[in-house]
């Protein structure tokens, strides 16, 4: 298999959050899939809890400067850099002081209230808006985590006819998250707003719960893999009715080898 470019869109990754399926996948599979030859690039939110001294964090100015507009108001995307401990590999983070300077990760702010619909939609845009503007043509985008279930709407209904994205392969990575993110309801005004139709909304049901958010990316991935090594029933249950390319539960240590293969079969 030729060199392909691949784009890690990740919810956490450790060490920078503490260890979970999530967070220690998003860390040890690029790490692989780069030693067989692909080119990789990796994205997180820059939560507040992220100490940036001791992850010797800096902005990259050539990417920063973007202005996004969520849900009518104008947020300025910066975005930041860290170098992974033992390993060539660099991480580029999603800041912005309105979502992502209090210190927490997914816990709701008695002062601001729930806006982890507007994070999430502005953590994936801000990836993709920064892929674009490294001229950076990625092969697949793989997305790990409740956080980035929006990411595969808004590359099949947002950024369609994008020439830097919209002929990368999607694929999703579903986990068993303990305490999943909270997304509102007022997730719909917001996607109203960046002109995505109800009818794309369908799966959705009306709700925006754990599993309503995951059958969502499911639907608009070309390939799902199981993150942990139990999932939702209902979930897996929708995966097989849906028929899409499917990678069972393999455990993260030697995994590289084998989601090798499955980004091959996703590949035309």
């Known amino acids: 298999m030729k060199s392909r470019r691949i784009l890690y ?8 959050l503490p260890e979970s399926d999530i ?3 998003a860390r040890q599979l690029p790490q692989g899939i780069q030693e067989l030859g692909n080119d990789i690039r990796i ?59 209090r210190k927490t990760v997914f816990d709701v702010d008695p002062k601001v209230g729930n806006d982890n619909d507007e994070r999430s939609i502005f953590f994936v845009r801000g990836a993709l808006e920064a892929i674009k503007k490294l001229r950076w043509i990625p092969d697949i985008i793989h997305c790990h985590g409740t956080f980035t279930a929006l990411g ?6 947002y950024y369609h006819d994008d020439p830097c994205l919209k002929k990368a ?14 997304i509102p309801d007022t997730l719909f005004e917001c996607l109203k707003f960046d002109k995505i139709k109800p009818a794309a909304l369908s ?33 897996k249950q929708y995966i097989d009715e849906s028929g899409v390319n499917f990678l069972p539960y393999t455990p993260v240590e030697g995994c590289a080898e084998v989601y090798n293969e499955f980004y091959k079969k996703i590949l035309p």
Do not use: C, W
């Open 152 to 157: 595969m709407l808004y590359l099949k209904k």
């Open 9 to 16: 869109i990740s919810q956490e990754i450790f060490p920078y």
């Open 169 to 182: 392969k999607i694929i999703y990575s579903l986990y068993d998250e303990p305490a999943p993110v909270e």
């Open 43 to 101: 994205f997180m939110p820059r939560f507040g809890v992220i100490n940036e001294r001791r992850n010797q964090l800096h902005e990259v100015i050539r990417l920063s400067g973007i202005n996004m507009i969520i849900n009518n108001n104008d947020h300025p995307l910066i975005i930041k850099v860290a170098s992974l401990p033992t390993a060539r590999l660099q991480v580029y983070f999603i800041d912005n002081d309105d979502f992502f300077k």
């Open 203 to 235: 799966v959705l049901d009306g709700k925006t719960d754990y599993e309503a958010l995951n059958r969502l990316a499911i639907h608009y991935a070309n390939g799902v893999v199981q993150g942990s090594a139990e999932i939702s029933p209902s979930l």
């Open 23 to 25: 967070a220690t996948t």
